[in-house]
């Protein structure tokens, strides 16, 4: 095997730990416009127009809000993104599949719920990666 070849095998750990810090910071990002949308109306969509904090999609929103800071920062990691995870799936379930086509989300429009609640799940079981509080304690 070449130098180059081993050097670049090397250092693939170290990315991929970034990488990983990436996908949580960039699905965290994802997950509080959705809970900013819902709570506070920004980005304004009008189906959250008077949405009651005391309902199924208010809840939704303090969980995203609570949950995807909590990701973004890296702060009890595990435990947020499981939760998270769980909040998308049940979202899934309850707000896309209902719509028929249970196993096509694409026919639902539930791929983004299915594909986030995905990545929580990896987060949970991987934890936090590199730029995290959780990996400086």
Do not use: Q
Not at 13 to 26: D, F, K, S, T
Request: glycine residues 10%; neutral net charge.
């Amino acid at each position: 095997m070449s130098t180059e070849l081993r050097s670049a095998s090397a250092g693939a750990p170290a990315l991929a730990g970034y990488a990983h810090a990436l996908l949580r910071i960039v699905a965290s990002y994802i997950v509080l416009t959705h809970a900013s949308a819902k709570l506070f109306h920004v980005p304004h969509i009008a189906m959250f127009d008077g949405l009651p904090l005391v309902s199924l999609l208010g809840a939704a929103g303090i969980i995203e809000l609570v949950g995807g800071v909590l990701v973004l920062i890296g702060l009890f990691t595990r435990a947020a993104a499981f939760v998270l995870s769980g909040e998308l799936a049940f979202a899934y379930f309850i707000g896309h599949a209902p719509k028929g086509n249970f196993l096509l989300p694409l026919l639902n429009s539930g791929e983004p719920a299915v594909l986030l609640s995905f990545i929580y799940l990896f987060i949970a079981a991987a934890g936090p990666g590199a730029w995290s509080i959780d990996a400086r304690r």
